[in-house]
């Protein structure tokens, strides 16, 4: 039996899924390992959950990779996180004749401002040699914040305002959206948190608007496919009004 056999069948799926990657620190933790390799093992996950909705034909998927808050945390561990990063990366480009077949396009989504210039110009590499991949887009945001995405955007749309290239009058919720990081890409219609945590943490604060939500107590390094499938099946049964009856 083929792989695309043994696949779940759903009658509907997201077109967007967005994940809250939260719970490597617990789940080293509870184990007795430093912090570090609770990240090695939620970056395991993270390369087989971006496959697995890849193979489920779900167009895009954004992990919540790096916040702008995490800068807060130990030098320690951001380093540590920095180079799971490039080793990532590093990877996707040692097999980027096995990963033909999954055409995964990355891109990333963030301030690049504070990034090393080694990861920048990895990140710009992966971009560009996966750029003509059309099966699903993969987001990672990496030093990322909603609210400082749309300060942003808002800024950019204010010094065109200011030129002369647009006018007060043409600012709209479709203006707005042009203006971040997901430009062209639509919003999640799913957003899943596992850790045990109830809360959306500045991420896609715009676009997650009206996001169905799915959370779980499962630490991210043990989030599983099923429990992916778990979190699809709650989306096949909800009824998005999106303000109507």
């Not at 792989?3 to 069948?9: G, R, V, W």
């Not at 509907?12 to 939260?22: N, S």
């Not at 690049?112 to 210039?117: A, Y």
Request: glycine share 8%; proline share 4%.
């Amino acid at each position: 039996m083929s792989e695309a056999q043994t696949l779940p069948q759903f009658s509907v799926l997201p077109r967007h899924v967005g994940f809250i990657m939260d719970g490597n620190g617990r789940w080293a933790k509870k184990r007795g390992l430093p912090r570090s390799e609770g990240h090695k093992a939620g970056a395991k996950n993270f390369r087989k959950i971006g496959e697995y909705a890849a193979d489920l034909g779900i167009e895009y998927v954004t992990f919540y990779a790096f916040s702008t808050e995490n800068w807060k945390r130990p030098d320690e561990e951001v380093n540590a996180l920095m180079e799971l990063f490039s080793e990532y990366l590093n990877e996707v480009i040692d097999r980027i004749g096995e990963n033909e077949e999954k055409g995964i396009h990355l891109k990333f989504i963030g301030d690049k401002n504070g990034l090393s210039d080694e990861l920048l110009n990895l990140m710009d590499y992966t971009e560009k040699l996966t750029e003509d991949k059309k099966k699903v887009t993969l987001n990672i945001a990496i030093n990322y914040g909603g609210r400082h995405e749309i300060a942003c955007g808002v800024k950019e749309i204010a010094r065109k305002v200011s030129k002369g290239e647009l006018s007060p009058e043409d600012i709209d919720e479709n203006l707005i959206s042009d203006f971040l990081y997901t430009k062209g890409q639509p919003d999640p219609d799913l957003i899943i948190r596992p850790s045990g945590e109830y809360r959306l943490s500045n991420f896609l604060t715009w676009q997650g608007a009206y996001s169905e939500l799915w959370f779980s107590d499962i630490l991210w390094p043990d989030f599983s496919t099923d429990d992916f499938n778990e979190a699809l099946r709650a989306f096949e049964h909800r009824h998005r009004r999106f303000g109507g009856i």
